[in-house]
């Protein structure tokens, strides 16, 4: 993804489309992932299994986003989040807080769901397409670039 020297890469921000659907990519992987992460969490506790159930994802996001900038949904459709200062991947701090941003709500007694749901709407209330954990972390989503011709 390296570019000729002195050339000037424009990044397209992705659109809403093809996250809302790389979204529900990774889901379906985290889903199947999480209830397995629960069946054994129940044959310890019943008390904590739907918590403990959410930690893959934190570290499935927060891992991939840090290491590689994308998840498995986002590679299906060439996107990449990025930090808007440097247009690489987020630090692992900024994929942290990124993660937790979008994990965490779920686990809020009563209003969890209806910040969840807020979080994702907000990426139709800017022209920057960015949710709320891309404004906490200070990241971006957009679609790589295409490589040079060889």
């Not at 889901?27 to 992460?37: I, S, T």
């Not at 927060?62 to 590689?68: E, G, Q, S």
């Not at 590679?75 to 994929?95: E, Q």
Request: hydrophobic fraction near 45%; proline fraction near 7%.
């Amino acid at each position: 993804m390296t570019q000729p020297a002195g050339s000037v890469v424009r990044l397209r921000l992705a659109s809403r489309s093809h996250r809302c659907f790389a979204a529900l990519i990774d889901l379906a992987l985290l889903g199947l992932l999480g209830w397995g992460v629960e069946e054994l969490a129940e044959t310890f506790t019943t008390r904590w299994d739907e918590t403990i159930a959410l930690v893959p994802g934190f570290f499935y996001y927060w891992l991939l986003h840090a290491r590689f900038g994308r998840t498995f949904g986002k590679w299906v459709f060439d996107m990449k989040v990025i930090s808007p200062r440097t247009g690489r991947p987020p630090s692992l701090s900024a994929s942290a807080l990124r993660a937790l941003a979008y994990w965490a709500p779920p686990l809020i007694p009563s209003v969890g769901w209806i910040l969840v749901l807020i979080n994702i709407t907000q990426i139709y209330g800017n022209d920057a397409k960015q949710c709320h954990h891309d404004r906490f972390a200070d990241t971006m989503v957009v679609y790589l670039p295409p490589s040079p011709a060889s």
